[in-house]
């Protein structure tokens, strides 16, 4: 079982054998291209249409939780004087919002009700490095060990 949302996406995308290494907050240093990099909580909010009521201090208290997948690879690369070959893998940050849209995310510590995939955004960076930024939302219960350490 996995101890976070990010732990638990990370998770669910490793079981799928992409053959690309994922991270929870960031590559290890010098980690070759390409990767996944999963972070949590920005923001998360209350889930309006799930929450009980606040003043039964038992209550479940639900929460929507956004996360950040970040698929960072090599555009191309340089096989001659003047040629390229592209090594970008198109359409893997398709199947990577595909396997999370909707996805139960079992791996997690609370009740998960809905994993939902808001959009995904490509963005060149330096070094001929492409950066695919998919946005999710976890719809989740909060735990009472994440307001109350134990």
């Known amino acids: 079982m996995a101890a976070s949302t990010s732990g638990a996406i990370k998770a669910r995308l490793e079981s799928l054998a992409f ?9 290890r240093e010098g980690q ?18 799930g929450n009980g009521d606040f ?10 939780e956004t996360v950040t997948v970040d698929l960072v690879q090599l555009a191309r690369v ?15 940050a398709e199947a990577i919002a595909h396997a999370l849209h909707g ?9 998960v009700t809905a994993v939902r995939v808001q959009d995904i955004d490509r963005i060149p960076i ?14 989740r219960q909060l735990l009472a060990e994440e307001v109350t350490p134990q």
């Open 19 to 27: 053959g690309v290494p994922v991270f929870r907050d960031g590559p």
């Open 32 to 49: 070759a291209e390409p990767y996944i990099v999963v972070q949590e909580g920005m923001p998360a909010g209350l889930d309006t249409a």
């Open 55 to 64: 003043g039964d201090p038992d209550a479940e208290v639900n929460i929507v």
């Open 78 to 92: 340089k096989t001659g004087a003047r040629t390229t070959r592209v090594t970008e893998r198109y359409g893997l």
């Open 103 to 111: 996805h139960a995310l079992p791996a997690h510590p609370a009740k």
């Open 126 to 139: 330096a070094d001929n490095r492409v950066r695919h930024s998919i946005t999710v939302q976890v719809h």
